[in-house]
Every structure is written in structure tokens, then in C-alpha cells.
């Protein structure tokens, strides 16, 4: 569930990398083009990283979700006790 007032944030911390990308690109744009395949393979790496961390995230989410469910459960299932604990 996303709230509305970090997208207009995020969009702001999205521009502030993508303008400073292009100054670095602009300065150093005989490196970069000089070595764009291992640039390319390093993209791809590093989208592939937030991907699964992304989806890591998620599942550990849902998980931890489904056991305080199941934990409530089974505790309200219990009886109390006869005699009340010191």
C-alpha cells in the first residue's frame, strides 16, 4: 500500500539521479562509451539485484503476515488457566 504523499518525493529523489547521472555522463562520456558492454552487463546485474530483493521483501512480508495470523489463532484458542499465574 503506497502513500501518497512519498510519490511526489521519490519522483523528486528519481529526477535529482537522473539530472546528476547526466552531468557525470556528459563529463566522462569517452569512458563510458569506451566501455558500455561492462556498463550494460553492470546495469543489468544491478536491476536484477533490486528485482529479487524487491520480491525477497515481499515474500518475507507475506510470511510474517501468515504466521502472526496463525500465532493469533492459536492463541485465542487456549483456555484459560484454573488458576491465576504468580
Known amino acids: 500500500m503506497t502513500m501518497p504523499g512519498r510519490v511526489p518525493l ?7 539521479a ?3 547521472l547526466g552531468y557525470l555522463a556528459r563529463d566522462y562520456r569517452d569512458a563510458l562509451v569506451s566501455h558500455g558492454p561492462a556498463w550494460s552487463i553492470a546495469a ?3 536491476i536484477a539485484v533490486i528485482v529479487v530483493a524487491c520480491r525477497g521483501y ?5 510470511t510474517s503476515t501468515r ?9 485465542s484458542r487456549r483456555k484459560p488457566s ?3 499465574r504468580r
Open 58 to 62: 515481499r515474500v518475507l512480508r507475506s
Open 44 to 46: 543489468v546485474v544491478g
Open 67 to 75: 504466521m502472526e495470523a496463525i500465532i493469533a489463532d492459536e492463541l
Open 10 to 16: 521519490a519522483l523528486l529523489d528519481a529526477l535529482a
Open 18 to 20: 537522473g539530472l546528476g
Open 82 to 84: 484454573p488458576r491465576p
